[in-house]
């Protein structure tokens, strides 16, 4: 019998190759050109090995999946499928949904390709709920209505541990993270549906910590009240690099938010580039009604 409908996503849902295959889903790996060479997330490159090149101040490019890698995974999953939702990272942050959305004109009503701004933790919170929703029987374009209906229902702030990676990608000045470093700010940024954009300043990570905790306690009471009534909110925490105080920082949000169950995670490779090493986060996703 021909498995109604395949669920593929990308590697900056965080979900690794060994979780895909557990769950019974696609996970399309992000390249990367490291000093010109080109590796893929989680296959030929691991977190450890990212992170090492760079501490070494290694010359580091995001890419997309090419639509041949893209199409190729399609078509052979295709031949067991009826339909294909895909699930890549957000179109405000990268050219890949729009890309895969062009390529989707070639499978009209077979492969539904969902733009619901997402990325890391919450990104793959919606893989999870289209996996549910696929079990309760909704085809790929229900799918797709469900997830797109509800993108603006998650929540991230990001502290992170330094701003080189900030200045590097041009997102602020010199003499901006100059004197964020001489002053020691943690800037706070958030994700509100595409865009990353700067929340607050602390002075240490300390104080980020707890800006971060007091936005998330007013969202989980303001904006997201109704949906934590019906159980339907999902708390989440990333970091890039820092396992260690990773560790720490869920132990404190598991004592923040009591009625939650923390998932935590590393931060895809393609957000930790932008951030570097040493940053946190904590998320809160709506977990869809598969109703």
């Given at each position: 019998?021909?498995?109604?409908?395949?669920?593929?996503?990308?590697?900056?849902?965080?979900?690794?190759?060994?979780?895909?295959?557990?769950?019974?889903?696609?996970v399309l790996p992000m390249p990367f050109y490291i000093n010109e060479e080109l590796f893929y997330e989680d296959i030929t490159l691991s977190q450890k090995e990212f992170y090492e090149k760079l501490a070494e101040d290694a010359n580091i490019s995001t890419?997309?999946?090419?639509?041949?890698?893209?199409?190729?995974?399609?078509?052979?999953?295709?031949?067991?499928?009826?339909?294909?939702?895909?699930?890549?990272?957000?179109?405000?942050?990268?050219?890949?949904?729009?890309?895969?959305?062009?390529?989707a004109r070639e499978y009209p009503g077979r492969v539904h390709v969902v733009d619901n701004q997402r990325i890391s933790v919450t990104q793959r919170q919606s893989v999870l709920d289209a996996i549910a929703l696929a079990k309760a029987g909704k085809n790929g374009a229900e799918i797709k209505e469900v997830l797109e209906k509800e993108k603006q229902e998650s929540s991230i702030y990001i502290t992170l541990e330094t701003l080189k990676y900030l200045k590097k990608g041009g997102r602020?000045?010199?003499?901006?993270?100059?004197?964020?470093?001489?002053?020691?700010?943690?800037?706070?940024?958030?994700?509100?549906?595409?865009?990353?954009d700067a929340f607050s300043k602390a002075r240490g990570k300390k104080k980020a910590k707890s800006i971060m905790v007091q936005a998330m306690r007013e969202d989980l009471e303001g904006r997201f009240q109704e949906y934590v009534k019906q159980g339907r909110m999902a708390l989440q925490a990333a970091y890039t690099g820092n396992e260690e105080e990773a560790m720490e920082w869920k132990k404190e949000l598991q004592e923040q938010f009591p009625g939650y169950e923390i998932y935590m995670a590393p931060l895809s490779l393609s957000v930790s580039c932008h951030i570097g090493p040493g940053a946190l986060a904590v998320a809160a996703t709506k977990i869809a009604d598969t109703e």
């Open positions: 019998m021909k498995n109604k409908v395949a669920i593929v996503t990308d590697s900056n849902s965080g979900i690794t190759q060994s979780q895909a295959n557990e769950l019974g889903i696609f890419s997309q999946p090419t639509p041949v890698d893209v199409m190729e995974l399609w078509e052979k999953l295709l031949l067991e499928a009826e339909e294909i939702v895909h699930i890549p990272m957000s179109s405000g942050l990268s050219n890949s949904c729009e890309t895969a959305m062009v390529l602020i000045t010199p003499a901006a993270a100059a004197l964020g470093t001489v002053l020691n700010l943690k800037p706070v940024l958030q994700i509100q549906g595409d865009k990353l």
